[in-house]
């Protein structure tokens, strides 16, 4: 299974769907977005293809967002929580929060997938791996990560104007 990984969009609608076609074609199966995405028409662009999302400290009308999200039938985590895709344990949130951060960790959690700095981040720590896909706003690259669970294979994927 693949999964595209999205974060930081904020309202940025155009890019964020530019970014989604560039993952599905590439064959992301699902997609994560790691929150601030600002505005419900950012929800809309990852419509038809099966989505979860979190919010991030500049999420603030989480009742909009919400609702765009049941519209589209995704998935919300609120400010993290936890699935499971191709057999693998999925820890999700912003990365705002270290008290969020510190309680996903402890679930020792085969992926922790965050955004927040609007860098790309790819470590592991123990059982843990830690991706950040990067930002689509407020970065010198706009990026989105892909990662093919079954092989346990990330790509960054780069978009242009």
Not at 6 to 25: G, K, M, W
Not at 70 to 94: E, F, M, P, Q
């Amino acid at each position: 299974m693949r999964i595209g990984i999205l974060s930081d969009t904020h309202d940025q609608v155009a890019r964020t769907r530019r970014a989604v076609s560039i993952l599905t074609a590439a064959g992301a199966e699902a997609l994560i977005h790691c929150g601030d995405l600002t505005i419900p028409e950012v929800v809309d662009e990852l419509i038809g293809v099966p989505s979860t999302f979190v919010f991030g400290n500049c999420d603030y009308d989480q009742a909009d967002l919400r609702r765009a999200m049941k519209r589209i039938g995704a998935n919300c985590l609120g400010l993290g929580g936890l699935i499971t895709l191709g057999d693998h344990r999925i820890a999700v949130t912003h990365g705002h929060s270290d008290a969020e951060l510190r309680r996903l960790t402890d679930l020792e959690p085969d992926y922790l997938f965050s955004g927040h700095t609007h860098h790309r981040r790819d470590v592991r720590e123990g059982k843990t791996r830690f991706i950040n896909p990067g930002a689509l706003y407020r970065a010198s690259t706009w990026t989105v990560a892909l990662l093919d669970l079954a092989a346990d294979d990330l790509q960054t994927l780069t978009l242009t104007e």
